[in-house]
């Protein structure tokens, strides 16, 4: 089978040609649609494919991506961002899973943040889906395609390497020009909007909607995300009570993930109540964090932060050892971040004495 890479780009010289030197190691086209670039992007994207096309910016980067996947021609259509980075080996597992495929729609993870050479959040996204079931992009932020027909999942990282901000307003704006049109949100942007004000600093805005997102019939893992969003819009305007009720929502909707127990382990940490903090450090150490069910994983709930704060807690015990065994499991997932290495060198002094 097959493979088209279709990218959208603007003003991305800097980053560009690291992606396609990527890209070009298992696709079969690489199809790349300019929105207006007036830096050196597309001389340098002619460096590895004649398929350039020229797109007018009308604030929907879902037209604009469809536009690059009606002029793809091969079996399979797989889309990337330019600052998107692929390893060797999993360009290899790329290709071997179109090779072979038979599949309708492939979602492979997409790690957004990278610390010390590892993921540290991560969430899968549909990449790869077959040209003749006339997939499409919807949304004008946040872009997606519907998952329907036969569906895998694979293992080949994309990873996220970005070396600029994007425009900080921008996903605020085009979604607030669609409210001013009169275009209704759906589900999925009314979610997105509210994070989109709340990571803006518009934390009265982003409460009404998202607690009117809570309200709708939205996807279950936006849901428990909303009520983590919640959380810190109401503390982040004094509203200690509702902040704590916005975390322990989130356990209606699915069993508590790790960064819900993390942020209930803090708040009784302050509350100096050492055993509860305890309890839910531990829960969090506990808890499956399945990103194939579509949610956002940070992993460093899932393991680093709960190993420090139990460290912490158990050093304030005088339980020493055990505070120690926490810390080097925190070491086991950085080794070389500052904090586990300054307790190290406290504990190799106590367990001294």
Partial sequence: MSLSVCLIVKDEEEVISRCLTCVKKFADEIVVVDTGSVDGTVEEVKKFTDKIYYFKW?????AARNFGIERATCDYVMWLDADDVITDENCRKIKQLVDGADFDMAFLPYAAAVEG???????????IFK???NYRFGGAVHEAVTPQGKIIYGDAAVLHKKVKQSEPLRNLRILQKQIAHGICLNEREKFYYGRELFYNGMYRESIAVLEDF???NGWVENKIEACLNLHGAYLAIGEEKQALNSVLRSFLYAPPRSEACCILGAYFFEQNSVSCAIYWYQSALKCENNAQEGGFVNLDFSGFIPCLQLCVLYDKLGEIEKANSFNEM???????????????????SKLKN
């Fill in 117 to 127: 050479g590892e993921p540290t959040f991560v969430y899968y996204r549909e990449r």
């Fill in 58 to 62: 009308v604030d929907d980067f879902s």
């Fill in 131 to 133: 040209r003749s079931k």
């Fill in 214 to 216: 809570l309200c709708g």
């Fill in 330 to 348: 925190a070491g086991s997932f950085k080794p070389n971040d500052e904090r586990y290495l300054y307790n190290k060198k406290y504990f190799q």
